[in-house]
């Protein structure tokens, strides 16, 4: 699989992301605690933002970093690493989680982008026109 990682310098924090879920008009908010751990310019507490721009569809599953290693996710560790924000290349049209919700299902969807990002508790999948990422 082909994938590009987008959080560099970055990351949800590892063991409480705390993540909040918000529709805004056509676009999917999501902020979450930030890494403090390895990161040294993020003190403790800091809160990350991103915004999913034009944002069709999406899902925010169950599947955590324990169902991950143990193989209860279509995709695999050598497939694409837990825990980090991806772009990925894959066929979201047939190949994406039975559990989610359209926001926009008026969207020409040739020119959008498939974005996953794995946090401790849960899984977001997203197919949008792009993403901003904001300190908070």
């Known amino acids: 699989m082909n994938y590009k990682k987008l959080n560099i310098g970055w ?7 705390n993540v ?22 993020i003190s403790e507490g ?5 915004i999913f721009n034009l944002c069709f569809k999406y899902s925010f ?4 970093d324990e169902g991950y290693f143990n193989g209860q996710y279509r995709y695999k560790e050598d497939q694409l690493p837990w825990g980090e ?10 190949d994406f989680h039975p559990d989610f919700k359209v926001l926009n299902n008026d969207l020409v969807t040739k020119e959008l982008k498939y974005f996953i990002f794995f946090f ?14 904001n300190n908070l």
Do not use: H, M
Not at 61 to 64: E, F, I, L, Q, Y
Not at 85 to 94: A, G, H, L, R
């Open 46 to 50: 800091a809160k990350g933002e991103l």
């Open 85 to 94: 924000f991806y772009e990925i290349q894959n066929d979201w049209k047939n």
């Open 120 to 133: 401790k508790d849960n899984t977001l999948e997203c197919v949008a026109a792009d993403f901003e990422f």
């Open 61 to 64: 599953n169950s599947c955590n």
């Open 11 to 17: 990351n949800a924090d590892p063991n409480a992301p």
């Open 20 to 41: 909040e879920l918000a529709v805004v008009g056509k676009n999917l908010k999501i902020k979450f605690n930030l890494n403090p751990f390895i990161f040294e310019r």
